[in-house]
């Protein structure tokens, strides 16, 4: 139990700083807080982007969170690789740079496993293979696929 | 496997007929208006895959989650959702290059469900999509507005979280 | 207690009407849920948008939610008017229509009471009267001010 | 009663050298690229009126607000917020144009609290502000990420705001 354990521990912690390094150019792992009493206690997530110190996950700021976030969701794909991601409006604190970022890697990882992202900003959607347009004709709801790049502008209802 | 279909029938804020989103494998992207249903589209995936918890599909009670807007009844008041997996690498153990799961609820909070068409039981669903690791437990949906939570579990939590994936 | 709850409950309750339906044309109200036992009961928001029907405040989307919250800390006002407030990426969620109504009720109230609000979104920068870039050098943090609307356009740093 | 200036040292991600930040009445907007310390300058703020919580102000302890970047260190290891509020309305209960209230805190935890350069204490600073409607309780400070649990207030936490402004 505890070999196994350290063996995912360290598969995630590689991936961690595999995919944070190429999103970002920063650094971030995980470590073991207690290495000889691993089940009953717990583990640090640290994030260092470029020029700055390293912090935990839990004190950085909210655009920092939310990259930090999916590189750790993508990271789990190392242990149990997901087939389809549904993520909802994960980019919405971040900044047009940030964005773009996330969504290269979104793209890079999407040749493996299918992502279905609703989202507001036009860097996902520029990216994305397909489009969806939802929209509320008297309080229900319609879809039409969009082929080309071209997102619907949302227009006010 | 990826989803290839959603059918959504009576499911929030789609009426009481099929709408169908064809999906593609990599990258798609929803978008359109605020409340035009973006999110209840993702709800009814989560729903055909066996989703029991109320709060995940943000309503209060499992029946809230049947369309409510008058004037559209054409069928029974019940909420339907059918996800078509492409299953042609065999990933979820079902001989078929598609597998369908469909769950049905009547105005009752009576839940129903198909595999191919033919009823079974919401275990057989959720063992069958563990298998796959397509289940609810993989940590591959993240709601709206929560993504900065992971980044703010505890120590415990993120320990946890590797443990439960092993 | 119980007159000066109802006094209080009224005001609060004609301002979210008020400002909703200026807000987005649809309209918002308060409701007991038992007038005979108030301080054991609660109190319903409900939500309806052109179109839609009424809702409760916990059920309708993300966008729609963050609507109703400004309108109710917006009437809170009518019982004490804070001199300021401090908003910090209220508008994540808002599509660009409700974004744009949204800094429009705002540019309105800020004539009573200041608004600091922290925005990624073109349409609170557009409206602001001033605006105040941040960026980081080496971890640390600097501030300039930028009087015309020209946001500082953020760039990778 | 507005904002008119607010003087940031050794807290958060503002060094150990006086930031200033001159705000006007009206509409002001504060932009800029993730992590550059937009949040951090709004947790400055209520951190000088008196704000004790660490988790609102997203930390695990007071402490860990002094600016930890080694190698910017000119002076002690502090971290000190000025708050200048126009008051030529004197709806703060101080006879001055101005109300400047200050709050450091030395590597020790120590607070000190000043008004108008005079020492006092956090007891007063709060009578003070909740007097001119500018206190924490008004419900004015809206955190990253939280506007819509404002929405998902439960039914008895709507009457107890509503209860608690009387
Ligand atoms: N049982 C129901 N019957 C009909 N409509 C419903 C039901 N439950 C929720 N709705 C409506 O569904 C609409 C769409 O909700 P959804 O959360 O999918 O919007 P969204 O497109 O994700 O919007 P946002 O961009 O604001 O997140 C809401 O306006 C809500 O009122
Ligand atoms: N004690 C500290 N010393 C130095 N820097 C700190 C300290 N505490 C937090 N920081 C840093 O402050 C930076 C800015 O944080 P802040 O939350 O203000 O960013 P922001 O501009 O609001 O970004 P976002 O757009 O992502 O919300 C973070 O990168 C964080 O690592
Ligand atoms: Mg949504
Ligand atoms: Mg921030």
Same mark, same amino acid.
């Given at each position: 139990?505890?070999?196994?354990?350290?063996?995912?521990?360290?598969?995630?912690?590689?991936?961690?700083?595999?995919?944070?390094?190429?999103?970002?150019?920063?650094?971030?792992?995980?470590?073991?807080?207690?290495?000889?009493?691993?089940?009953?206690?717990?583990?640090?997530?640290?994030?260092?982007?470029?020029?700055?110190?390293?912090?935990?996950?839990?004190?950085?700021?909210?655009?920092?969170?939310?990259?930090?976030?999916?590189?750790?969701?993508?990271?789990?794909?190392?242990?149990?690789?997901?087939?389809?991601?549904?993520?909802?409006?994960?980019?919405?604190?971040?900044?047009?740079?940030?964005?773009?970022?996330?969504?290269?890697?979104?793209?890079?990882?999407?040749?493996?496993?299918?992502?279905?992202?609703?989202?507001?900003?036009?860097?996902?959607?520029?990216?994305?293979?397909?489009?969806?347009?939802?929209?509320?004709?008297?309080?229900?709801?319609?879809?039409?696929?969009?082929?080309?790049?071209?997102?619907?502008?949302?227009?006010?209802? | 496997?990826?989803?290839?279909?959603?059918?959504?029938?009576?499911?929030?804020?789609?009426?009481?007929?099929?709408?169908?989103?064809?999906?593609?494998?990599?990258?798609?992207?929803?978008?359109?208006?605020?409340?035009?249903?973006?999110?209840?589209?993702?709800?009814?995936?989560?729903?055909?895959?066996?989703?029991?918890?109320?709060?995940?599909? =943000?309503?209060?009670?499992?029946?809230?989650?049947?369309?409510?807007?008058?004037?559209?009844?054409?069928?029974?008041?019940?909420?339907?959702?059918?996800?078509?997996?492409?299953?042609?690498?065999?990933?979820?153990?079902?001989?078929?290059?598609?597998?369908?799961?469909?769950?049905?609820?009547?105005?009752?909070?009576?839940?129903?469900?198909?595999?191919?068409?033919?009823?079974?039981? =919401?275990?057989?669903?959720?063992?069958?999509?563990?298998?796959?690791?397509?289940?609810?437990?993989?940590?591959?949906?993240?709601?709206?507005?929560?993504?900065? =939570?992971?980044?703010?579990?505890?120590?415990?939590?993120?320990?946890?979280?590797?443990?439960?994936?092993?």
């Amino acid at each position: 139990k505890r070999q196994t354990f350290l063996d995912a521990f360290d598969k995630v912690d590689k991936e961690i700083r595999l995919i944070f390094n190429k999103m970002t150019g920063g650094n971030a792992w995980l470590e073991l807080q207690n290495e000889d009493d691993i089940f009953n206690s717990g583990i640090s997530y640290l994030i260092q982007f470029p020029n700055k110190p390293k912090r935990e996950s839990t004190s950085i700021s909210g655009g920092e969170k939310t990259l930090a976030a999916i590189v750790f969701v993508l990271a789990l794909q190392k242990l149990k690789p997901s087939p389809f991601y549904l993520f909802d409006e994960v980019d919405a604190h971040l900044d047009a740079p940030n964005s773009e970022k996330l969504s290269k890697i979104l793209e890079e990882r999407s040749k493996e496993s299918q992502f279905i992202m609703v989202s507001l900003k036009d860097s996902v959607v520029q990216k994305a293979k397909l489009i969806y347009g939802v929209y509320p004709k008297n309080g229900v709801s319609h879809v039409v696929t969009y082929k080309d790049k071209r997102a619907p502008s949302v227009k006010a209802s | 496997v990826h989803v290839k279909k959603v059918e959504i029938f009576g499911f929030k804020s789609f009426g009481f007929k099929n709408t169908t989103v064809n999906f593609e494998p990599g990258l798609v992207s929803i978008s359109g208006p605020n409340g035009s249903g973006k999110s209840n589209i993702l709800d009814a995936i989560i729903f055909a895959m066996g989703e029991n918890k109320p709060k995940v599909m =943000r309503v209060d009670k499992l029946r809230s989650l049947i369309h409510d807007i008058e004037g559209n009844r054409r069928g029974p008041r019940m909420a339907r959702s059918s996800v078509h997996f492409d299953n042609s690498d065999r990933k979820i153990p079902v001989d078929s290059d598609t597998v369908e799961i469909t769950r049905e609820m009547d105005e009752n909070g009576e839940n129903t469900y198909y595999l191919n068409k033919k009823p079974t039981n =919401r275990s057989h669903i959720l063992d069958l999509l563990d298998m796959a690791n397509a289940g609810l437990g993989q940590l591959n949906a993240v709601q709206q507005g929560t993504v900065t =939570r992971i980044s703010e579990f505890t120590s415990e939590e993120k320990r946890k979280t590797i443990e439960d994936l092993i």
